[in-house]
């Protein structure tokens, strides 16, 4: 059973085998019909697809600019890649997200390393690392430090729903987290539950430097869902994730730093 909440779309593993078996014979009647063999990933297909149509879209209903125009060349590439399963770029530089080793099929979920963009950045704020924890720790808090977080939903003690925007004119994308490292005060671990449209972990820790001083340090693993290519489109229009990820983090600090110091019990 597919999962949807107005954004990419979510599967249960039964979808998601029944879909490979389905883009194994896609491949094999491409092969038989000439078609270049694919070097794209189902999920990555299906992102591509949703994507490039958001850039087309939003292309032609924008005054004609160079910027319009790099939108209109990137939805082709993205719309074609999605329907022929093949991208030019990667063949070129011999990548395939098609990966016949993933091991997600019996529950070992885990993130590409060999594409998947790590990020690392950190803030000093000048609150003790308990507030930090506790604001971090509710996380129904983030969407309003967080740009690109549209909303979250806790659903259990560990458990949440994300909804994350993308590019301008792009559906949004969801995902469910589970906490998987949790110490009071000093660090956050999550990742992504089987099945998510975007495969990723990360951490938040919590340093405290001096006394009401804290370092926040934010480290992120994650398999774009379009990609490589994905994410240099995405930095094309300005939502490059490392600067994001410091842009919210200088948020995150503004935020706190302007409210009452916590009155002690």
């Excluded at 063949?91 to 997600?104: E, L, M, N, R, Y």
């Excluded at 001096?210 to 774009?224: I, N």
Aim: hydrophobic share 35%; glycine share 8%.
């Amino acid at each position: 059973m597919a999962h949807m909440r107005g954004g990419i779309r979510t599967t249960t593993r039964s979808t998601r085998e029944k879909a490979d078996s389905d883009s194994q014979s896609q491949d094999w009647r491409e092969e038989r019909a000439g078609a270049p063999h694919g070097n794209v990933g189902q999920t990555e297909r299906f992102a591509s697809g949703l994507i490039g149509g958001g850039l087309l879209f939003r292309s032609v209903t924008r005054p004609m600019s160079p910027l319009s125009g790099i939108a209109a060349l990137a939805g082709i590439a993205l719309v074609y890649r999605s329907l022929t399963g093949y991208c030019p770029a990667y063949h070129a530089i011999g990548v395939s997200t098609q990966d016949k080793s993933d091991t997600s099929s019996l529950g070992r979920r885990k993130v590409h390393t060999t594409r998947a963009l790590k990020i690392e950045e950190s803030v000093e704020i000048d609150r003790p690392a308990q507030e930090l924890y506790a604001f971090w720790r509710k996380l129904d808090n983030l969407p309003t430090v967080m740009s690109q977080v549209r909303s979250v939903e806790v659903l259990t003690d560990r458990k949440s729903h994300w909804v994350v925007n993308t590019l301008p004119g792009a559906p949004t994308i969801e995902w469910d987290a589970e906490i998987i490292n949790d110490v009071k005060n000093e660090r956050i671990g999550w990742k992504t539950l089987q099945g998510s449209s975007v495969d990723h972990a990360g951490s938040v820790q919590f340093h405290a430097i001096a006394k009401g001083r804290t370092k926040v340090t934010v480290s992120l693993q994650y398999d774009p869902p379009a990609g490589p290519i994905g994410a240099a489109i995405a930095a094309i229009f300005g939502q490059a994730p490392g600067r994001k990820i410091a842009s919210d983090l200088e948020r995150f600090k503004q935020t706190m730093e302007s409210q009452a110091p916590a009155s002690k019990s």
